[in-house]
């Protein structure tokens, strides 16, 4: 399959993260389009005027605040946009209720540069690659 151009919206509060998903996106993934934010007020700004990203990557400042993620699902025109949830949390009610707000993945985050680049070799491979994206409504 051939490799299509891939936008992503990451919401990051954390600068040290953003840092390393950054350098991760610079150096190994420069053809993505990754734009940042910092939280999901700026996130909706972002989505009400900029070109929608193919995928979101959203760390929720408290995992089980996941309003952002189930108004997105419900939002018509912006909930066939896949999104992870990327957190430090392992506690199986958080990863219900993730998916249980539609979230099409829950990814544990990385604790060094070596393992991020996996992940995002992995998810990027996979969204870019594999997966067929709707890049525009059918209507």
């Not at 993620?69 to 392992?90: D, H, N, Y």
Request: aromatic share 10%; charged share 20%; glycine share 2%.
């Amino acid at each position: 399959m051939s490799a299509q151009p891939l936008s992503i919206l990451l919401i990051e509060q954390d600068p040290i993260e953003t840092a390393l998903i950054q350098t991760v996106f610079d150096a190994r993934h420069p053809q993505v389009d990754l734009r940042h934010v910092l939280d999901a007020h700026a996130a909706w700004q972002h989505l009400e005027s900029q070109s929608l990203p193919d995928l979101i990557i959203f760390n929720p400042p408290n995992v089980l605040d996941l309003d952002f993620l189930i108004e997105i699902k419900q939002r018509q025109g912006l909930m066939q946009i896949p999104l992870i949830v990327l957190t430090g949390s392992k506690y199986d009610l958080e990863v219900y209720r993730a998916y249980e707000a539609h979230a099409n993945a829950y990814v544990w985050r990385p604790v060094n540069l070596a393992e991020y680049e996996e992940l995002f070799e992995v998810l990027i491979r996979f969204w870019r690659d594999m997966a067929r994206l709707p890049r525009q409504s059918p209507s």
